[in-house]
T-cell receptor, first 112, second 111 residues
Framework: NAGVTQTPKFRVLKTGQSMTLLCAQD?????MYWYRQDPGMGLRLIHY???????AKGEVPDGYNVSRLKKQNFLLGLESAAPSQTSVYFC???????????FGQGTRLTVV | RKEVEQDPGPFNVPEGATVAFNCTYS??????FFWYRQDCRKEPKLLMS???SGNEDGRFTAQLNRASQYISLLIRDSKLSDSATYLC????????????FGSGTRLSIRP
């Protein structure tokens, strides 16, 4: 059972470079989320999606873009990476309604 | 006021002790609540769901107080393996299932 899969798991970027993080879920979930977690802190919501073709801003959306072209995939893009975006990124998905969220294993991103 | 706030911690308690954390939420219309556990550098995993007044699972008890808008997590007979960060989670009714996490309470159990 794959659940939620994130790729890549680790990445080092230079300031100004761009990259895309991929989140894939095989549970047919409607809702998907991208969070970032900085050392010693909780999860902060970057963007989320309540269905294919829809996206919405979370608490800290600046510097990120997202797309949900297919129900099972939620992409997070960094157009011009900055050192402040060094963090661990978690993707999650949940069914419609107020149900449990399942997480991917995280992507550790360092911007130098 | 933050949408979800937790006891800051860290809590450092001896093995066998009972420990409790609180989490307050601002949206009175929230219907469901969750406690997640996160081990160091790992993804959060569901510990307990709370849909009505409370829930109990072995040594863990979660209680909901709608009037005061907080949920609590009680851990009895704590084990070394309970050392982790505990995250309170509240889906926001008004925002189409936007899920907000508390900042987490760090718990350390000492022998």
């Amino acid at each position: 059972n794959a659940g939620v899969t994130q790729t890549p798991k680790f990445r080092v970027l230079k300031t100004g470079q761009s990259m895309t993080l991929l989140c894939a879920q095989d549970m047919n979930h409607e809702y998907m989320y991208w969070y970032r977690q900085d050392p010693g802190m909780g999860l902060r919501l970057i963007h989320y999606s309540v269905g294919e073709g829809t996206t919405a801003k979370g608490e800290v959306p600046d510097g990120y873009n997202v797309s949900r072209l297919k129900k099972q995939n939620f992409l997070l893009g960094l157009e011009s990476a900055a050192p402040s975006q060094t963090s661990v990124y978690f993707c999650a998905s949940s069914g419609a309604g107020f149900t449990e969220a399942f997480f991917g294993q995280g992507t550790r991103l360092t911007v130098v | 006021r933050k949408e979800v706030e937790q006891d800051p911690g860290p809590f450092n308690v001896p093995e066998g002790a009972t420990v409790a954390f609180n989490c307050t939420y601002s949206n009175s219309a929230s219907q469901s609540f969750f406690w997640y556990r996160q081990d160091c550098r790992k993804e959060p995993k569901l510990l307990m769901s709370v849909y009505s007044s409370g829930n109990e699972d072995g040594r863990f008890t979660a209680q909901l107080n709608r009037a005061s808008q907080y949920i609590s997590l009680l851990i009895r007979d704590s084990k070394l393996s309970d050392s982790a960060t505990y995250l309170c989670v509240v889906p926001l009714v008004s925002s189409a299932s936007k899920i907000i996490f508390g900042s987490g309470t760090r718990l350390s159990i000492r022998p």
